[in-house]
Every structure is written in structure tokens, then in C-alpha cells.
């Protein structure tokens, strides 16, 4: 196998329509968009409470969510298995092996991830702005709705961050998705199976799609951070 | 702007850090609906004594009077402009201005042109005639002035001037720092006079330019 012939085949398979291809792109997509989504809409306003309140206990929960950015996929796809199988807490649902459980997991996953990463952007902002807030006598909710407003251009990046956490990982969507063809199966748990049977190729091709995929996320998120630069909103 | 007759002033005031009196014991009662200048040397405690009164920093001990919050406005000396037009900045310290007023409050600023500029591309003079519009908008009874004209061009420093006269005027009642002696004496009514975190003298502009009560105001005006 040479270094073209997997970008060839990922080309080919792009071009010609692939059903179960393209399957597959959409699940991931939105999979990993459905995830990132909620995470940002719960981590940035958690990220902002922790950068601009002082509450006791506040400090152990920074820690914390430091901590959990290291822990493993796979820690993450397991803790959630064990949530929503039958004899776990969550079982009552009947989520497992379904595409809401994988995005459950990435959830998880990326939780930790949004929130520390704009509780740091947001301290820096929240210092910067304190006396003027302090001084206007804004409210916790006003607060925390100026300093998302004003940090949007850093966001994109930490919504980045996010989507590429979330759609790279393959531990813990294949514990509670199972990797079911035509349900559950996503470019990451693909990859994985066709590696292990031995299609190098298919899974290198489904790789470059990944990457693509990437590129073009990337492409709309510096437009966008272009555009707030333009507007010099982000000076 | 409300109509309570407005209290200012602290009783038996100090701020302590790290073992080490920055305000001593300040006791004093501010004039209301008049221009009350603070002056003294660098580390004098002014800045100190004018967020203490505007409640950012809280009282180690003794006690402040304030009217609340809301009454207050506070433009600092390197005004903080958000991530935004110059427009919304505004909206953002004034959210209850009507459209029209905001555009008379620019016009009078000599910033229509520059509404939708980002805040932070305005250049010095102009964010700090946009941090004024923006708290004298909300027709404050109380405004605190930082060092408003500090580093500013002799237009700026107009403007600044006249919507001082001009809120004064109106019945508000403003605190202000200046190390510039011609500016004090063109606009205070009082001057608080400090010296090393201590309260030295509150007396009339015109008593403390002729013949300042105490030894720390005959010696600043000797330099100034």
C-alpha cells in the first residue's frame, strides 16, 4: 500500500456517494455536534460562574475539572455504560447501544473541556472587567451574559477544541454504542473495525474523510474568528 | 434622578492591608449637588478613598454613606471598554436609554460618526467622553471621576470640563481626582485634601486656593 492509495479510495468513496460512507459521516456529525452543542451551552456559563463568583468550595471545584480533562475515553464510556445498562441508575431509559448514549458519552467527555477552558478565558476577561461591573452593580446573570458576549472569539476556538475531542474518539462510543452498522456505527468505531480486520486502506481512506471533515470545520471557524476580527471585536 | 435627599459621606474610616493603615480614621461629610475635588500626592489615598465611597472596596473598619447603587456611577481613569461597538457599549452602561437620547449623547460628544466603531479601536479621548456619556446617561446623583482628563487632548479635556459644569447643573453630585491645579480651581466647589492615607482638610475651593487650613494643603499647593 503506498501513501496516495488510501487518500485515492477516500476520494473515490466520497465521490461516489457511498451511501454507508456518508451514513456514517452524518452519525458522526451528529453525534459529535448534538455534544458539543449541550456541553457548550452548560460548560460556558458553568466556566463563566466559576471565573467571575466566589463561593466556598469554588477552588476544589476548578480542581476538579481540571482533573476530569485528563481522564481516559474509555474511563468516561464505561462510567456511562454502567449509568444506563439495565441494572444502572439510568437503565429505565433504554439508551444503551443507541446513537443518544454515544452522545451522551462525548457529553461527558467534552464537559470538562468547555468548562475549564472558558473558565480560564473568562477569568482573564473577568479581571479585566470587574471594577466596570462591579461598579455598574450588574447582577450574576448579567455578568456571566457579558463575559460569553465579549469572549465569543475565543469561544469558537474552545468550541473547536470541543468538536475535535469529541469527534476523534472512539473508547467510549464503542462501550455504550457498540459499533452496530447502520445504527451506531461512527468514523472512529469504523476505523477501528476495519483495522482490526486487516482493511488497512479503507480504514486509512476513512481516516482522510475524518481529516477532511476537520479541515472544513476548522475553515468555518477562522472564517468566523476573521469575521469578529474584522468587526475588531477582538482586539 | 431620585428625589431622597442624598447622604455621603464616612464615619471613622480605615482600610487595612497586611498589617498596614492605607485610610486613617477618615470622619467627613460631603457636600451634595456640588463638585468636591480630592487632592494629594501619589500613594496619598485618593483612588482608595473614592472606591471605598463608591462601594468596590469594602471598609476594614467604620462605615460609609452612599445613596445605592443604582444612583451611582463611577468613570475610571483608563476607562474599560467591552468587546463591542461603541454603540452597544453604551446601551451597556446606559440599558435603559431611550434610542434617541443615546444619539443626542453622542452627538454632544462629537461621536456619531463613531457609533459603530469597536469601543477599543476609539482612541483615549474618545473612550473616555464614551465612559462619561455612557454614566451621565443614567442621570446618576452621584458620579466619581478618576482622573477623567488624564492624558487627554485639550479637546477631550473641554468636554470633560463642561459636562462636569453642566451635571453639577443639574444637581449631581460628583467626586473627582485631579492632579492638575488649574482644573481644580476651575471646577471644584470643596477640596478634600489628603496626605499619607489621612483626611488633612475639607474646605472651599476658593478658602483652600487662598489660604489652605493645614500644613499638607500649603505645602502641595507650593508644588503644584
Given at each position: ?156 476556538t474552545i468550541a473547536l477544541a470541543c468538536f475535535g475531542r469529541a ?69 | ?224
Amino acid at each position: 500500500m503506498d501513501f496516495f492509495t488510501p487518500i485515492l479510495l477516500a476520494f473515490t468513496l466520497l465521490i461516489e456517494f457511498d451511501r454507508e460512507l456518508y451514513e456514517i459521516i452524518g452519525l458522526s456529525m451528529q453525534v459529535s455536534l448534538t455534544a458539543v452543542g449541550v456541553a457548550l451551552l452548560l460548560g460556558l456559563p458553568l466556566g463563566a460562574f466559576l471565573a467571575s463568583i466566589h463561593f466556598p468550595g469554588r477552588t476544589a471545584l476548578i480542581i476538579i475539572f481540571n482533573t476530569l480533562l485528563s481522564i481516559p475515553p474509555v474511563v468516561i464510556g464505561l462510567l456511562v455504560y454502567m449509568l444506563i445498562s439495565r441494572a444502572g441508575p439510568l437503565g429505565f431509559l433504554d439508551l444503551l447501544y443507541s446513537p443518544a448514549a454515544m452522545m451522551l458519552a462525548q457529553f461527558c467527555l467534552i464537559l470538562p473541556l468547555s468548562t475549564a477552558l472558558s473558565r480560564q478565558l473568562f477569568e482573564a476577561l473577568n479581571n479585566e472587567y470587574d471594577a466596570l461591573f462591579s461598579s455598574l452593580g450588574l447582577s450574576r446573570t448579567r455578568r456571566i451574559a457579558a463575559l460569553i458576549a465579549d469572549g465569543r472569539s475565543a469561544l469558537v476556538t474552545i468550541a473547536l477544541a470541543c468538536f475535535g475531542r469529541a469527534v476523534s474518539e472512539v473508547g467510549a462510543v464503542i462501550i455504550v454504542g457498540g459499533n452496530i452498522r447502520h445504527f451506531t456505527r461512527v468514523m472512529t468505531s469504523a476505523i477501528a473495525l476495519e483495522t482490526s480486520r486487516g482493511e488497512l486502506a479503507l480504514a486509512l481512506a476513512l481516516g482522510c474523510v475524518l481529516m477532511l471533515l476537520a479541515l472544513l470545520v476548522n475553515l468555518a471557524s477562522y472564517w468566523l474568528r476573521g469575521y469578529f476580527e474584522k468587526e475588531g471585536l477582538n482586539v | 434622578m431620585s428625589d431622597k435627599p442624598l447622604q455621603l459621606g464616612s464615619e471613622n474610616l480605615s482600610i487595612i492591608r497586611q498589617d498596614k493603615k492605607l485610610l486613617k480614621d477618615i470622619t467627613l461629610t460631603l457636600p451634595t449637588s456640588k463638585v468636591s475635588l480630592i487632592l494629594g500626592h501619589n500613594g496619598a489615598g485618593k483612588t482608595l478613598l473614592m472606591r471605598v465611597l463608591h462601594g468596590l472596596v469594602p471598609p476594614s473598619t467604620g462605615r460609609v454613606f452612599t445613596p445605592e447603587r443604582s444612583l451611582q456611577k463611577m468613570v475610571f481613569q483608563k476607562p474599560v471598554m467591552l468587546r463591542r461597538s461603541a454603540s452597544r457599549h453604551f446601551d451597556f452602561l446606559c440599558p435603559d436609554c431611550a434610542e434617541a437620547d443615546k444619539r443626542e449623547w453622542f452627538s454632544r460628544a462629537s461621536l456619531v460618526g463613531r457609533m459603530n466603531v469597536p469601543a477599543r479601536l476609539l482612541s483615549g479621548g474618545e473612550q473616555q467622553k464614551l465612559a462619561l456619556i455612557g454614566a451621565l446617561a443614567s442621570r446618576p446623583q452621584l458620579l466619581f471621576l478618576d482622573e477623567p482628563a488624564a492624558n487627554l487632548d485639550l479637546e477631550a479635556t473641554a468636554f470633560v470640563e463642561e459636562m462636569v459644569k453642566w451635571s453639577r447643573t443639574q444637581g449631581t453630585t460628583i467626586i473627582m481626582i485631579s492632579h492638575n491645579r488649574a482644573q481644580a480651581q476651575r471646577l471644584a466647589d470643596y477640596i478634600v485634601m489628603m496626605d499619607r492615607g489621612r483626611l488633612m482638610e475639607l474646605t472651599p475651593a476658593d478658602q483652600f486656593f487662598s489660604a489652605p487650613y493645614s500644613a499638607a494643603g500649603k505645602a502641595y499647593l507650593d508644588f503644584a
